[in-house]
Each structure stands twice: as structure tokens, then as C-alpha cells.
């Protein structure tokens, strides 16, 4: 801690007890201030660690801290909670006494993350021990999660909150590693689960149950993803902006996992989960003002489903109420408003058992198998601090109370461990004066006049009692009571600030409150029967124990809440008066959950309420600051000369000539057994900036010895270092000249080489060459290429560039071949495309066909006699298809019968194929749509064409092929071809006749003969047409 006290103006002190106007709740703030803007969230009031909540990640809570803290005195490092965990374990181990450490703070302020950091420490404290304890630690940090999950809830004040007080004892064995462990819980905040204020959330189990299960566990729920679906998570919103509930779901079955739960109890707490959100949705209607029934009945189906539970049970329950009346039962109808009491008491009841059910199942798993070696406990109590809000009711009470209690404890102990310290070390022990609470602990807890024993009394009375009732009650038994005022007892100026509903209490942290409504209710926290009775039949095996059969049986009144709580309060004060403590006092900086930001009255409400400024007056009360001998002289023994640089004797002794040669009296300090007593803060500061200036000094005398000392060594190293690097210089300048010759040798011998053999196959010596060969041939290359598609000319290539050149070649060709068609004009363009189709169509497979390459193909072959008859032909067509005329060509026909030969004109349009005779007047002879058409011609180099429908005709007409002799039949097949984007079959017959289809489905024979001179004529022997060509 001395390590800091030279910089206290810039970041404060790291030890209330050292400020200077140590009873100014002002200067205690500003401290807080200056250590949280500079980052330092921790300070001490002497064993007291105040934590300050970042609301930021500030990475000191590594492995190498853990290190850092591990083994050493609490005073020698800053503040943190490590080494007050650090210090209750050293004294678990080393004085076998348990130990305990208390958290408190209201919500936001840290509690629930100072817990896992505890845990923390001892996870990497014990991460290098066996199986079995990695084991335990694992069981111990995982079980965190899963009460998070169910205790905890998104608020106002914090996305984390902690909704319930929790005390978890860890067992040790005598080599400090943990064995096992116990966890108790207090006063869960059940009332959340049926609503919630403004902003906040229900607990975290019920939006992560939504958001993270998988589909079919949803369906099996019966359950909804969206939390709108349920009254219980609707009602002040569902906005979970930054939880992640998906990934904290599968986190917390991880968790449970880990910890031991089966898949079955898993699958049981989700149902009991489930079930709440479905009872939240049960509403209920009027029936004759004094009954009422379910208004859906279809969810309390599905509640009895998910439970396993009579749906006839179940809405009974909620509907009726037995009463057991000595040996009379009398069962009664419930209206609405008591039917939705008893439903919201169910839900809290079911919540709070199964709450209870969690951390026995965590403490069956976290129990200690070694049960025959000593153990040593450390307590870990994480529990609501004092609260105060604008409305304050039940809870807050139970609260302050339980404040009340551990503050009682808190100064017991602490004047306790002051005064043994003092004894201990034979130093005068000065009586304190302090505000002694027993009395406001008494007027809450007091047998028949305390408030817990008039609620109760109350509660029990047969008759009219109320919450009214009570508060006059109260006010009669404790009037006069200084630390009770009602708006009865009050005074005139007292009245005017408390309502006729409400009463106040002075803590010891300040005047509450509040408002007795619903204090009854909550108090008696009453189930009726019938539920208890439909619960119990269910097949959920965790229903069946948290809600046994045998709780019927029984006739005893069940305890009320706030005596469980006042006798769990005792059991936990037993048990932390049986430990040695230690404090963490958790501050919220800010109402608004951020970083850099201390709000001055938000701390100093806290401040009050924490009792700090009290606990700061008790450490104060004598001596400022403490230390053990031995540091304090080992720090210090530089500022006199008879203990510098060392000092033989006892360090008793050494201290003791220290203080006087500083020139204090015995009014400054006291010398005890083992430590130096200073009384005020001026002092320590005073010897501390004494130390500061020292070590200036020291580090000045220490420079100039160390740089005389290296500068004579490093001359003495630098002159041997001279001869040695002379030596081997020139050594290394004969051997350079050498390998420099050699190497002018080998790169003549190269060249010479390379140069001859720079046409021979590229190697290491002639690489060089090569490439100046390939690239003058490349140059030359680059000057005498073709510059058109049609010049073959082509430098010689060199052997070297062989490759290259065959690659080149065909390449550049190409890109010519590219130029030349990008340039084409788009009539050009069209003409070598129809070019291009026929070669596709027919090179190789018609020898007429290289003939025709050379003459561009045209849309008309009509001659000039032919024009003035071409308008009239196409009126014609157009009279039957109206699309557009693609070509136009006079043909011969020849008779299907007596191959008679007929003048006609073939047109072909986008949709078909028309034959017209022109002779006197245009006249359609025959048509062939493009889809229905198959055309026929010969691999020889005669002009024949037939025609074929793939389909007849619907009117059953039939006339057969259509025989034509076209003088340019390649033409007319590709124009058709194109036309119908090469869809119309095309056959290329090769044998010496072909036969074709007659009307009435006779067929005929087309004789192919080779004959130049011979015209195309009818065989009279055979009756076959017979088609020469050359």
C-alpha cells in the first residue's frame, strides 16, 4: 500500500483510515472520486474493502494478478479483492480458523461479480491440483450460472440483479484445496414472478427457457417463443437488449451439466418453468358474482399436460377452496379477484420451491465425500444491502432488518479484532464510542412486542385483521419507542411527511418508510389447499417433492415469512460470529449503468446507507496505521543512517531508532509487540515523503557508481575486443580477395560457355543468353507479324523460342481472325453467319455444297421477269400468315403421281413453308408450318428437296411428300434452318434411292443416278422418278 502514498493528491489514498478530515462524508466521496477516475475501483478502510462498479472490463483480474496477490500480505499490494481473498485463505491454512467474507451493497453495485471473483481465485488458485479437486472447483464456479439463472433478474438499476441474500460455505482440507461445499438462501423476491415495475424483467430462466431451447422442446412445452405470448413476461416489457439470452441458455444447462443434474431433472425444472408461464395465462370469468370459472380452458390443459396433472384437478383448484373445519370440511367457490390470488400464490409457491429444490440438489452435489479429515470453512455471504426507495414495503423491511443484524455484527466484530489487536501488542485500549443498534434489532425482533411478533399476531388473530389493524397495533405497543414514529404517534411537522398507511423506522443508516399494505399477505404467504392437493398428484417426480402428499396430512399452521426469516437470520448470525470476517462493501457509482461516471449524490446515499462512515469513526478511533515490524523497517531504513543500508539488531529496536531520528515523540507512535503504531495520517505521510525524496538521493548515488564501475569494464572488454577484431580482419580481407578472384574466374568461364551453347536447351550457365535470344527474336517478331487474315508470312524462330512461336501462332491468328469480324458490317456479319450454319449443316455430307461457298446466299431468287408477279404472291401468304417473308425462290414440282414437272415459287416466312403457282394467278398449292415439316435431301450434288409433315393434318387431307428440284436447295435448307433456330429435322440421305409417301398412303421411289447429261425424267419400265446428277 506504501507504494502508492506519494501520488494520494493526484489518485487519493488507498486507506480511509489515512485520510487527514476522516469524519467528512465530503473528503470520503472526493477519495472514491479521484480513485474511480483513474481506475482504481478499490480502497480500503483498514480491513474493509469498499468496490467501486467500473461498469467496464478493466483487465486486472488475470492469472498473472492471481499470481501477483498469491501469498502476500494484503498492505504490501493496492486494493483488490484478491487479497482479501488471498488473506482469509492464508488464515484458513496456515491458524485453522474458518473465515468468512461479507458482501453487501444495493442492486448494480457488484455483489453477484465480487462473488465469482472470490470463486475465481480459488478456481486458479487450485487450477494445478488433482482431478478430484479441479472437479470440485468446477462444480463450485458452475453453480453460479444456474442460481443466476433462477435468482436473478433484469432491473432498473442492473441487468443482473440478484433477487435473493445467498451464503455459501467452502469447504477446505488442511492443504487448502477445496473438498466441497454448502449454499443457503434467503428471502427470494417471489412476488417478480407475478409482476414486475416498470422496466424490469422476470427472472432471467423464463426469457432464456424462451429464447435458447430448441424448437421441439418448445412444442413439447406447449410453450411459444415469443415472451409476449405470456402475461408473466409482458407485463412492463420484454426488451433484453445486450443479454444474449440464446447462448446463456445453452451456458446454464452446460452449467447444470457440470454440476451433476440429470437429463430427466433437467427436463422436469423446464416443465415446472413452463408450467408458471402457462399459469400466468389462465384468466377467469364471473359467474354469478360469487363463483367464477376458467376462461381458457385450453391453457390449463396444457398446464396439466406440461405437469402431469388432471386438467379436471387443476382448474378445481383454482376455482375452489376446501376449508377443514375440525371434523366438518367445507368447500367453497372462489370470484375472481380470489381466483387470481390463488393463481398468482401458486405460481410464487411453485417458484420458491422449486428455487429451494435447486440449491438442495447444488448442495447434494457439492457435498464432501471426505468426511473422515478436518475441515475449514470459508463463508461467502452475497446479500441485499440497505434499501430505501420512494415505496417501501415487505421486502424492504425484511431487508433493513437483516442490514440491521450484520451491521450489529459488523461493529461487534470489528470492536472485537480491534481491541484483541490491541491487547495482543500491549497497546492502552481506548474505549469507543459508537451507535449501538441492539436497540432497533430488539423493538423488530422482540418476543410479543417486537414488530415480527405483533405481525404474526396479528396474522393468527381470528376476526377482522388487516394491514390497518396491525399498523395501530404497532403503534400502540411501541409509541413511545424513539425509533418508531406512525402518523398517529407523530408530531404536527413529523405528520405531515407520513401517510395513515405508513410508518417510519430509524436505522442506523437513516430514517425508512413504509407503507403497510400487503404486509400481512406477504407475511402469511398463504396456499389454500386444493392446490397444494392438485400439485401433489402430478407425475413431475420434482412436484412430487417439493409438494409432497404428506404436507396435507398435516394440521400444524404453517410458520410465516418473517419468522422463517427472523430464524434463518439467527442461524446465519451464529455462524458468522463463529468465523473470522472480512468486508467487501460494494458502491454503485451511477443510476444509469455507466462507465466513468460517479454521481455524487448516488455514492453518498450509499455511503449513509453502507454505515461506512461509521466503520471508518471505529477504525479511527485509535491508531491510524499499523504495520509489522520487519516491512515497515525494510521500507523505511534508508531515511536513518544508523539503520541504513543494514541493521543487526532486532527490527524492534531499528524501528524505534528510526522514529526518534526522525524526530518524532511518543505521542505520534506506539511501539507494540510486533507492529509500529502511528496515531495520525500527517505522520505516515510525512515518513512516506521522506522516502520519496530519499530515494531521489539514492538513485543518484547509486547512478554514479554503477557508470564509473560500466565504463571501466567496458573499456577493459572494448581494447581486447580490438585486438581480437584486428586479427580477424584481416584474415577475413586476404580470404575476401581470394574468393573474389575465384569468382571472377567463374563468371568469364560462364559467359564463354553460355554464349556458345545459347541455342542449346536453357540451363543455369546459358540462361542469360536464352533469354537475350528471345527476346531479339521477339523484337523481330514484333515488327514482321501478319496484318491481315489472309497473309500467311512468319519470322523463323530460333530453337530456344520454338515453343513459344507454336503458341504464338495460332494465338495472333486468332486475334486477327477477332479484329476482322468486329469490324464486319451487320449485313456482311448476317451473310457469313448463314455461311456459317450451312457449313455446320453440310460440309462433308453433300458434295454440292463446296460450290456454293463462294456465292452469297440472298433472301430472293426471283428473276427480273419474276418482280411485278412478287406483291401479288405474297398478298396471298399473307392472307394465311401475316409474320414476315425471310425468303422468296422459283422451284420445280413434280407430280406425286405421273412426276409431272411444275413451275412454282416457294416462300418461307418466321412461321411456315408456302407453295404457290403463279402461272395465271397467285394460288396456294400447299403450306408446311415450320414446327410440323421435315425436310429431306441427298448427300450428291443434285438439286431434289423433300418435303415431309412429321404430323397429318387435322382435316385428314392427305396429298404426301412434296417432290421439288430447287437450283439452290442448300440455300433454302439453311434460310429454313435459321428461321426456325435449327428446330426443322433435316435429312441427308445417301443411298442410291429414297422412297416418299403418295396420297392414300401409297408410297413412291426416287431413283438417284449419276448422269450429267441425262435431265431429270420418269422411268417407264419401273414408274420411279429418276434424278441425275454429276
Not at 154 to 163: A, E, F, L, P, Q
Not at 197 to 208: I, S, T, Y
Not at 428 to 435: K, M
Not at 517 to 525: G, I, L, P, V
Request: net charge positive; charged share 30%; aromatic share 8%.
Amino acid at each position: 500500500m506504501e507504494r502508492a502514498l506519494h501520488a494520494r493528491d493526484q489518485i487519493g489514498v488507498e486507506d480511509f483510515v489515512l485520510l487527514e478530515d476522516y469524519r467528512s462524508q465530503e473528503a470520503f466521496v472526493d477519495n472514491l472520486r479521484k480513485r474511480f477516475n483513474a481506475d482504481l475501483i478499490y480502497t480500503y478502510i483498514g480491513p474493509v474493502l469498499v468496490s467501486v462498479n467500473p461498469y467496464k472490463e478493466l483487465g486486472i483480474y488475470g492469472e498473472n494478478h492471481v499470481k501477483e496477490y498469491k501469498g502476500e500480505a494484503y498492505y504490501e499490494l493496492p486494493p483488490h479483492i484478491y487479497a482479501v481473498i488471498n488473506g482469509a485463505l492464508t488464515s484458513l491454512v496456515e491458524e485453522t480458523r474458518d473465515q468468512c467474507i461479507l458482501i453487501s451493497g444495493e442492486s448494480g453495485s457488484g455483489k453477484t461479480e465480487a462473488s465469482k471473483k472470490i470463486l475465481q481465485y480459488i478456481g486458479e488458485v487450485c487450477s494445478r491440483t488433482g482431478a478430484e479437486v479441479r472437479s470440485v472447483r468446477d462444480r463450485l464456479i458452475q453453480s453460479n450460472p444456474v442460481l443466476e439463472a433462477f435468482g436473478n433478474a433484469r432491473t432498473v438499476r442492473n441487468d443482473n440483479s440478484s433477487r435473493f441474500g445467498k451464503y455459501m460455505d467452502v469447504e477446505f482440507n488442511f492443504m487448502g484445496e477445496p473438498t466441497g461445499g454448502h449454499i443457503r438462501n434467503y428471502l427470494l423476491e417471489k412476488s417478480r414472478v407475478v409482476s414486475q415495475a416498470p422496466g424490469e424483467c422476470n427472472f432471467h430462466v423464463f426469457h432464456l427457457l424462451l429464447a435458447g431451447a430448441s424448437d421441439e422442446l418448445l412444442k413439447e412445452l406447449c410453450l411459444e417463443r415469443d415472451p409476449k405470448a405470456f402475461n408473466y413476461t409482458k407485463q412492463s416489457g420484454h426488451e433484453r437488449d445486450g443479454m444474449n439470452d440464446a447462448d446463456q441458455y445453452h451456458t446454464v444447462v452446460n452449467s447444470m451439466d457440470i454440476v451433476g443434474f440429470g437429463s430427466g431433472e433437467q427436463r422436469d425444472v423446464q416443465a415446472i418453468v413452463a408450467a408458471i408461464l402457462h399459469l400466468g395465462n389462465v384468466h377467469f370469468q364471473d359467474v354469478d358474482g360469487v363463483s367464477c370459472s376458467v376462461d381458457n380452458a385450453e391453457t390449463t390443459q396444457r398446464l396439466a399436460k406440461v405437469l402431469g396433472i388432471p386438467a379436471d384437478s387443476m382448474q378445481r383448484a383454482l376455482t375452489h377452496r376446501t376449508i377443514e373445519a375440525q371434523a366438518d370440511v367445507v368447500t367453497t367457490t372462489l370470484g375472481v379477484e380470489q381466483s387470481v390470488y390463488a393463481r398468482d400464490a401458486l405460481s410464487k409457491a411453485v417458484y420458491d420451491r422449486l428455487f429451494t429444490w435447486l440449491v438442495r440438489r447444488l448442495n447434494m452435489s457439492l457435498a464432501s465425500h471426505d468426511q473422515g479429515t478436518r475441515h475449514s470453512l470459508l463463508g461467502i455471504l452475497d446479500i441485499y444491502g440497505f434499501e430505501v426507495f420512494k415505496s417501501n414495503s415487505f421486502e424492504q423491511f425484511c431487508i433493513n432488518y437483516c442490514n440491521e443484524k450484520l451491521q450489529q455484527v459488523f461493529i461487534e466484530l470489528t470492536l472485537k479484532s480491534e481491541q484483541e489487536e490491541y491487547l495482543a501488542e500491549g497497546i492502552a485500549w481506548v474505549p469507543v464510542e459508537y451507535f449501538n443498534n441492539k436497540i432497533i434489532c430488539d423493538m423488530i425482533e422482540m418476543k410479543h412486542t417486537g414488530i415480527v411478533s405483533l405481525l404474526d399476531e396479528e396474522c393468527l388473530r381470528p376476526g377482522e385483521a388487516n394491514d390497518m389493524t396491525f399498523l395501530n397495533k404497532m403503534t400502540q405497543a411501541l409509541r413511545s419507542h424513539a425509533h418508531f414514529v406512525s402518523h398517529e404517534s407523530a408530531d404536527n411537522k413529523a405528520r405531515k411527511t407520513i401517510r395513515r398507511d405508513e410508518f417510519r423506522l430509524k436505522h442506523y443508516a437513516g430514517d425508512v418508510t413504509y407503507n403497510v399494505k400487503t404486509f400481512m399477505d406477504k407475511n402469511n404467504d398463504l396456499l389454500y389447499r386444493d392446490l397444494k392437493d392438485a400439485m401433489a398428484k402430478s407425475s413431475n417426480k420434482i412436484v412430487q417433492d417439493i409438494f409432497p402428499a404428506s404436507e396435507l396430512q398435516g394440521k400444524k399452521m404453517p410458520e410465516t415469512v418473517s419468522t422463517q426469516f427472523k430464524k434463518s437470520l439467527d442461524q446465519l448470525m451464529t455462524i458468522l460470529m463463529s468465523k473470522e470476517p472480512s468486508y467487501v462493501r460494494c458502491i454503485k457509482p451511477n443510476d444509469v449503468k455507466q462507465s466513468h461516471k460517479l454521481d455524487t449524490e448516488v455514492v453518498s446515499h450509499q455511503v449513509k446507507y453502507l454505515g461506512l462512515m461509521e466503520n471508518l469513526r471505529v477504525r479511527r478511533a485509535g491508531f491510524a496505521f499499523r504495520r509489522p515490524f520487519e516491512p515497515f523497517l525494510r521500507r523505511y531504513k534508508s531515511l536513518c543512517p544508523d539503520t541504513w543500508p543494514r541493521y543487526d539488531g532486532p527490527a524492534r529496536a531499528g524501528v524505534h531508532t528510526l522514529m526518534k531520528h526522525l524526530g518524532f515523540g511518543d505521542d505520534d507512535y506506539s511501539m507494540g509487540k510486533t507492529k509500529v503504531f502511528i496515531r495520525l495520517p500527517k505522520t505516515i505521510f510525512e515518513v512516506e515523503d521522506r522516502f520519496q525524496a530519499r530515494k531521489h538521493e539514492l538513485v543518484t548515488l547509486i547512478t554514479k557508481i554503477w557508470r564509473g564501475r560500466r565504463q571501466r569494464l567496458q573499456y577493459q572488454k572494448q581494447r581486447e575486443c580490438a585486438i581480437v577484431v584486428q586479427k580477424y580482419i584481416r584474415r577475413h580481407l586476404a580470404m575476401k580477395d581470394a574468393e573474389k578472384r575465384r569468382w571472377a574466374v567463374s563468371v568469364v568461364r560462364r559467359f564463354v560457355t553460355g554464349f556458345i551453347t545459347r541455342n542449346g536447351p536453357e540451363n543455369d550457365v546459358n540462361r542469360r543468353f536464352v533469354r537475350v535470344v528471345r527476346r531479339e527474336w521477339l523484337k523481330r517478331l514484333a515488327g514482321a507479324l501478319p496484318r491481315s487474315v489472309l497473309e500467311r508470312t512468319w519470322p523463323p524462330a530460333p530453337p530456344p523460342c520454338r515453343e513459344a512461336d507454336r503458341l504464338l501462332r495460332p494465338l495472333h491468328l486468332r486475334w486477327l481472325t477477332r479484329r476482322y469480324v468486329r469490324h464486319l458490317p451487320p449485313d456482311r456479319k448476317y451473310a457469313l453467319e448463314q455461311k456459317v450454319l450451312a457449313e455446320k449443316l453440310f460440309k462433308g455430307r453433300k458434295a454440292g455444297y463446296p460450290k456454293t461457298v463462294a456465292e452469297p446466299f440472298r433472301t430472293s431468287r426471283l428473276s427480273a421477269e419474276h418482280e411485278p408477279l412478287r406483291p401479288a404472291v405474297l398478298a396471298a401468304v399473307t392472307k394465311v400468315d401475316s409474320s414476315e417473308v425471310k425468303y422468296v425462290a422459283p422451284v420445280t414440282k413434280y407430280d406425286r403421281h405421273g412426276y409431272k414437272p411444275r413451275a412454282r415459287w416457294i416462300v418461307a416466312t418466321k412461321r411456315g413453308v408456302y407453295v404457290l403457282d403463279v402461272h395465271d394467278k397467285p394460288k396456294l398449292k400447299d403450306r408446311f408450318a415450320l414446327e410440323n415439316v421435315q425436310l429431306t435431301v441427298t448427300a450428291e450434288s443434285d438439286q431434289l428437296l423433300l418435303l415431309k409433315k412429321v404430323a397429318p393434318d387435322q382435316n385428314g387431307k392427305e396429298k404426301g411428300d412434296l417432290i421439288l428440284i430447287c437450283p439452290h436447295v442448300i440455300e433454302l435448307v439453311t434460310k429454313l434452318a435459321e428461321i426456325s433456330a435449327e428446330k426443322v429435322p433435316i435429312e441427308i440421305v445417301s443411298e442410291s434411292s429414297l422412297t416418299h409417301s403418295m396420297k392414300g398412303g401409297k408410297a413412291g421411289t426416287i431413283d438417284l443416278v449419276r448422269n450429267p447429261a441425262a435431265a431429270i425424267h420418269k422411268d417407264k419400265t419401273a414408274g420411279h422418278l429418276v434424278v441425275t446428277h454429276g
